[in-house]
């Protein structure tokens, strides 16, 4: 079995900041990609940012610049760190793993409120 447990919403007014955790647990001898989606009411799911465990990122557009995502492969942990919030960042953010032969696995989501 794995666990995937998000951690690190909240509200907050538009321009600051949170960071997002992501702990991934069980059964594991590799982590593979990680990555953040979010979902907003009435949108489909979508990439914010991903990592791969030799580090290397992409983001989508609308977070470019405002995002770092980074990882512990050590510790199977990876953090969002998200700056100058937008209101249009709120959703519900999911943690993604990818691991061991290619099987992915979901977090629980946390809730990102972006308002004054």
């Known amino acids: 079995q794995v666990q995937v447990v998000e951690s690190g919403g909240g509200l907050v007014q538009p321009g600051g900041s949170l960071r997002l955790s992501c702990a991934a647990s069980?059964?594991?001898?590799?982590?593979?990609?990680m990555g953040w989606y979010r979902q907003a009411p009435g949108k489909q799911r979508e990439l914010v940012a991903a990592?791969?465990?030799?580090?290397?990122?992409n983001y989508a557009d609308s977070v470019k610049g405002r995002c770092t995502i980074s990882r512990d492969n050590a510790k199977n942990t990876m953090h969002l760190q998200m700056n100058s919030l937008k209101p249009e960042d709120t959703a519900v953010y999911y943690c993604?793993?990818?691991?061991?032969?290619?099987?992915?696995?979901w977090g629980q989501g946390t809730q990102v409120t972006v308002s004054s």
């Open positions: 993604n793993v990818n691991i061991n032969f290619g099987r992915d696995y």
């Open positions: 069980g059964r594991i001898f590799r982590v593979n990609v």
């Open positions: 990592i791969t465990n030799g580090g290397q990122t």
